[in-house]
T-cell receptor, first 114, second 113 residues
């Protein structure tokens, strides 16, 4: 399987601040996604990161809160803006390759907002 | 859109027993069904998948079955071991489309030594 690297892996953030998570893939991919996984919960899709254009957000997620960039086919960032304790979660980058249906996940970024 | 229901939410078995996790889906156009295992503090990892042109697939101690008519699929783990303890997620997606999977809520499997 491909290598998907995320950083930071873990952070403790102050309420009201913003944090940017980076995701790097070791080969060009068709699609990149960002998921949120709250403690003990399933995986919730935040948005699809589109190369060279605005991300496509799922219901309940907005660009002002979760701005996403994807400047090329192997890199994307997710910013969690104006954080509150409710944003404490694992944020996972994932990617899909054109030669298959499977998506693979990065290691995740564990954010705790205090 | 697609809706995936997963049961049970928690499954506790003794080492050596079998474990079965079941999922149902709503969109008959879904044709790709992966299963992910997530150990505590780690990323979800693909463990097995099945496409709609196949009714069953096995990989050592794990197997997945698919009933397209009833729109349900199941994960079977035989001879369970403590290292099988994890949260398992099923998913359904439409291959050839956006590939974005819809995930079930997860099953916490606990294997007691």
């Amino acid at each position: 399987s491909a290598v998907i690297s995320q950083k930071p892996s873990r952070d403790i953030c102050q309420r009201g601040t913003s944090l940017t998570i980076q995701c790097q893939v070791d080969s060009q991919v068709t699609m990149m996604f960002w998921y949120r996984q709250q403690p003990g919960q399933s995986l919730t899709l935040i948005a699809t990161a589109n190369q060279g254009s605005e991300a496509t957000y799922e219901s309940g997620f907005v660009i002002d809160k979760f701005p996403i960039s994807r400047p090329n086919l192997t890199f994307s960032t997710l910013t969690v803006s104006n954080m509150s304790p409710e944003d404490s979660s694992i944020y996972l980058c994932s990617a899909h390759w054109q030669d298959g249906n499977t998506i693979y996940f990065g290691e995740g970024s564990w954010l705790t907002v205090v | 859109g697609e809706n995936v229901e997963q049961h049970p939410s928690t499954l506790s078995v003794q080492e050596g027993d079998s474990a079965v996790i079941k999922c149902t889906y709503s969109d008959s156009a879904s044709n790709y069904f992966p299963w992910y295992k997530q150990e505590l503090g780690k990323r979800p990892q693909l463990i097995i998948d099945i496409r709609s042109n196949v009714g069953e697939k096995k990989d050592q101690r794990i197997a997945v079955t698919l009933n397209k008519t009833a729109k349900h699929f199941s994960l079977h783990i035989t001879e369970t071991q403590p290292e099988d303890s994890a949260v398992y997620f099923c998913a359904a997606s439409i291959g050839g489309g956006s590939y974005i999977p819809t995930f079930g809520r997860g099953t916490s499997l606990i294997v007691h030594p």
